[in-house]
């Protein structure tokens, strides 16, 4: 099956700063990557997925990358904000016609300093 | 849109009891929903896939017979917790997928505590 390994497990970053969380994935067949944000004891919220078709996909001040060939992506998160402070999850999964199982990293606890 | 919600949002019950935890799709139709289990500062780790009409598809360590899951409409799905024991205690959460193979959307969760 898929493991999806995602770094740092913590971040501090400075208000203002850019925070970068990476993710690896095992599954070469795996075509979708979402990234979920979750407040502690919320529910998670999908902030930005990206598909395999292409290499990068910015939203404001969100981006992702994705890296096919090594078979790893990112989230950037620029201009950081309190109110970015939060868990973040990526994913993976083998999306196809039917069931979409996602894999979850360990997740990253992200704090912004004011 | 894309509205997902979970019932109840919190239960405590007793070691030996059943709890029933309800997760619909509200403004959507959904072929597919899935079930997570989250423990405290932990990922989330899939339980078992269930799609209407059919029978549900559990992960590999996950016990059918005490995880059940009915998905008895394209809005709602349902998973019972059978004969539940301390450990069981966790953050149930369910995500509903419409059609498509893309987006999850999740429910808000469910705090099981067993006593």
């Known amino acids: 099956g898929e493991n999806v390994e995602q770094h740092p497990s913590t971040l501090s970053v400075q208000e203002g700063d850019s925070a970068v969380i990476k993710c690896t994935y095992s599954d070469s067949a795996s075509n979708y990557f979402p990234w979920y944000k979750q407040e502690l004891g919320k529910r998670p919220q999908l902030i930005i997925d990206?598909?395999?078709?292409?290499g990068e996909k910015k939203d404001q001040r969100i981006a992702v990358t994705l890296n096919k060939t090594a078979k790893h992506f990112s989230l950037h998160i620029t201009e950081t904000q309190p109110e970015d402070s939060a868990v973040y999850f990526c994913a993976a999964s083998r999306s196809q016609t039917g069931a979409n199982n996602l894999f979850f990293g360990t997740g990253t606890r992200l704090t912004v300093i004011p | 849109g894309a509205v997902v919600s979970q019932h109840p949002s919190r239960v405590i019950c007793k070691s030996g009891t059943s709890v029933k935890i309800e997760c619909r799709s509200l403004?959507?139709?959904?072929?597919?929903m899935f079930w997570y289990r989250q423990f405290p500062k932990q990922s989330l780790m899939l339980m078992a896939t269930?799609?209407?009409?059919?029978?549900?598809?559990?992960e590999q360590g996950v016990e059918k017979d005490k995880f059940l899951i009915n998905h008895a409409s394209l809005t709602l799905s349902t998973l019972t917790v059978t004969s539940a024991h301390p450990e069981d205690s966790s953050f149930y959460i369910c995500?509903?997928?419409?059609?498509?193979?893309?987006?999850?959307?999740f429910g808000p969760g469910t705090r099981l505590t067993v006593t």
């Open positions: 403004d959507f139709q959904a072929t597919t």
């Open positions: 269930s799609n209407e009409g059919s029978k549900a598809t559990y």
């Open positions: 990206i598909r395999s078709n292409v």
């Open positions: 995500s509903a997928q419409p059609s498509g193979p893309y987006e999850q959307y």
